[in-house]
């Protein structure tokens, strides 16, 4: 099997077709609603794809449920369930109708085992997920927020951040206790992935 490295894991040259038709669909769509910014469409792969590949790689080898917020365009939702191998469950919540009108046909064009929550993210009562992802949605410390609510005691959240990332961490240790690793981008010299766990609010 020819093997491609797409955001550091190997995938297959099958897997790279997919993803290269989640690029066009996506490029397609933002025409009529904003899924990502317009003049970053020519560079998909790398400022999107790649970015978002990338989490798996940081991902916790034996996750069974992962739920990312405010999925917008589906990234970093679609990709991870593209690359999946074992085809594992993720929930995208996302309160725009029309984003989410996309995200049901990416899942029913490319076959994702995916399911779409229209809805605010704080009004959700779902079953609690090994991990939580988020990319370009909120501060850290509201991503904590949601993530103490959506999230397993003992999961993850993974969280692209950019060299300001540093001072989201610092602010964000104000109000919260956790865990966190930080990871280089493969696609941004001075962003990371956060990973971060064992989050718990500071009692004041």
Not at 37 to 44: C, E
Not at 90 to 116: G, H, M, P, W, Y
Not at 144 to 164: C, I, N, Q, V
């Amino acid at each position: 099997m020819n093997l491609q490295a797409v955001g550091g894991i190997d995938v297959s040259r099958e897997t790279i077709v997919r993803l290269e038709a989640l690029g066009a669909l996506i490029s397609k769509w933002t025409q009529s609603i904003n899924l990502i910014a317009k003049g970053s469409v020519s560079d998909i792969w790398d400022r999107h794809i790649e970015d978002s590949a990338q989490l798996f790689a940081y991902a916790p080898k034996d996750w069974e449920t992962w739920t990312d917020i405010g999925s917008g365009g589906g990234l970093p939702a679609l990709v991870i369930a593209v690359i999946d191998p074992d085809r594992r469950p993720l929930t995208l919540i996302e309160s725009d109708q029309r984003k989410c009108l996309f995200l049901n046909t990416a899942r029913r064009e490319l076959d994702l085992n995916i399911t779409v929550i229209t809805g605010r993210i704080e009004a959700q009562h779902i079953e609690l997920a090994d991990i939580i992802s988020a990319r370009a949605l909120a501060p850290l410390t509201d991503l904590l927020g949601f993530s103490e609510r959506l999230l397993k005691p003992d999961g993850t959240a993974l969280f692209p951040k950019g060299e300001k990332y540093q001072e989201e961490l610092d602010r964000a240790a104000i109000d919260w206790h956790f865990d966190v690793n930080t990871h280089p981008s493969t696609t941004h010299v001075d962003a990371k992935v956060l990973e971060i766990s064992r989050i718990q609010h500071r009692e004041r």
